[in-house]
């Protein structure tokens, strides 16, 4: 099984673009996530996807949004980025969105903006 | 706000040493706590996961506890291997619902 799939693996914008990050995860887990990991900050919820067809805020959800585009997909868009939003993103699931569950992490983007 | 903090930032330690990771944490009114592994380059790998309700859980070289009322979980490596060399996060959640807050890592160096 591949888990939790990201793409792309790197990326380098300039300030201003736009892009989106997919995520897919082949477990047919219920609930989604969106961090971002920051060298000092560890890593810091932006959005999440309780289940198919809802989305939410976490910790530093401005300058990006979200769309749970199914249950297997979970996509992160930048509407306009700069360079405060350089850092490595990670796209994790977990089977339910109450109770115990561990969460399952893919290999991450490497975004920068220049 | 819950904080968690893990001491030390980084360890190197001699292929075979047992050593211990330590995490804490400022609001004792968790769900569970979660060790993870973070090899370079990649994502995390969950190690563990402790309810609120229980001390401590083991998977093979691998024991985490837990003391709730002192804001404090361990985790212990039995002789140490240069293939457990990675970074190594703990997460509580606060809620029974699946929102994690996550330590900075304590980075460790097993040297054959």
């Known amino acids: 099984n591949a888990g939790v799939t990201q793409t792309p693996k790197f990326q380098v914008l300039k300030t201003g673009q736009s892009m989106t990050l997919q995520c897919a995860q082949d477990m047919n887990h219920n609930s989604m996530y969106w961090y971002r990991q920051d060298p000092g900050m560890g890593l810091r919820l932006i959005y999440y996807?309780?289940?198919?067809?809802?989305?939410d805020k976490g910790e530093v959800p401005n300058g990006y949004n979200v769309s749970r585009l199914n249950k297997r997909e979970f996509s992160l868009r930048l509407e306009s980025a700069a360079p405060s939003q350089t850092s490595v993103y990670f796209c994790a699931s977990s089977e339910k969105w109450a109770g115990n569950q561990p969460q399952h992490f893919g290999d991450g983007t490497r975004l920068s903006i220049l | 706000k819950q904080e968690v903090t893990q001491i030390p930032a980084a360890l190197s330690v001699p292929e075979g040493e047992n050593l211990v990771l330590n995490c804490s944490f400022t609001?004792?009114?968790?769900?569970?706590l979660q060790w993870f592994r973070q090899d370079p380059g990649k994502g995390l790998t969950s190690l563990l996961l402790?309810?609120?309700?229980?001390r401590e859980q083991t998977s093979g070289r691998l024991n985490a506890s837990l003391d709730k009322s002192s804001g404090r979980s361990t985790l212990y490596i039995a002789a140490s291997q240069p293939g457990d060399s990675a970074t190594y996060l703990c997460a509580v959640q606060d809620s029974g619902y699946s929102t994690l807050t996550f330590g900075k890592g304590t980075m460790l160096l097993v040297s054959p």
């Open positions: 609001d004792s009114a968790i769900y569970n």
């Open positions: 996807s309780a289940s198919e067809g809802t989305t």
């Open positions: 402790i309810q609120s309700s229980q």
